[in-house]
Antibody
């Protein structure tokens, strides 16, 4: 059974940093593209970033380029999202998901609140 | 960026009746179109990918279709557990979502 468990969310001040983690199990992580997505309170879904199987290629939505960095550690079956220079508009539930035809597997999410 | 536009914003349907949700893409998505269901307080659940292929475990009352850049999700006989927000997503060119359609019981 595929399982994705996010952690690392919390309350942070504008301009601060957070590192989100996603622990994966139940599938061959090293052969999988992975994504981070987010959902602001009461709003729709937004893809944030994704990363190739071996970590060699990374892609970001324009609004986070230069501030967020996605990475994966295939030895630890873990996906990360380093978030710097956080803004109030980054407040959202952050999900990790396995890339496929659509996103069949999602974590339960970790909540990031950016507020002073 | 490919813009996905969903309609209506809210759909009220009686139990057992058909629900039809629409999604329009601003350009071709080459059949790379998925539908998700998100119940209150839960993570999204993949219902349909590649326009019309049901994901594992999805009931047969959910079906997807397309005509050019217009996509449709049909729930043939609405059940109470289908109350949710439904999103379409294209994954042909980057990944973008529609704004969602809320389905409620009339």
């Amino acid at each position: 059974e595929v399982q994705l468990v996010e952690s690392g969310g919390g309350l942070v001040q504008p301009g601060g940093s957070l590192r989100l983690s996603c622990e994966a199990s139940g599938f061959t992580f090293r052969r999988s593209w992975m994504s981070w997505l987010r959902q602001a309170p009461g709003k729709g879904l937004e893809w944030v970033a994704n990363i190739k199987e071996d970590g060699s290629d990374k892609y970001y939505v324009d609004s986070v380029k230069g501030r967020f960095s996605i990475s994966k550690d295939n030895a630890k079956n873990s996906l990360y999202l380093q978030m710097n220079s956080l803004r109030v508009e980054d407040t959202a539930m952050y999900y990790c998901a396995k890339d496929s035809e659509g996103y069949e597997n999602w974590g339960q999410g970790t909540l990031v609140i950016v507020s002073s | 960026e490919i813009v996905m536009t969903q309609s209506p914003a809210t759909l009220s349907v009686s139990p057992g009746e058909r629900a039809t949700l629409s999604c329009r893409a601003s350009q071709s998505v080459n059949n790379k179109l998925a539908w998700y269901q998100q119940r209150r307080g839960q993570a999204p659940r993949l219902l349909i990918h590649t326009v019309s292929t049901r994901a594992t475990g999805v009931p047969a009352r959910f079906s997807g279709s397309a005509s050019g850049t217009e996509f449709t999700l049909t729930i043939s006989s609405l059940q109470s557990e289908d109350v949710a927000v439904y999103y379409c997503q294209q994954y042909y060119n980057w990944k973008t979502f529609g704004q969602g359609t809320k389905v409620e019981i009339k």
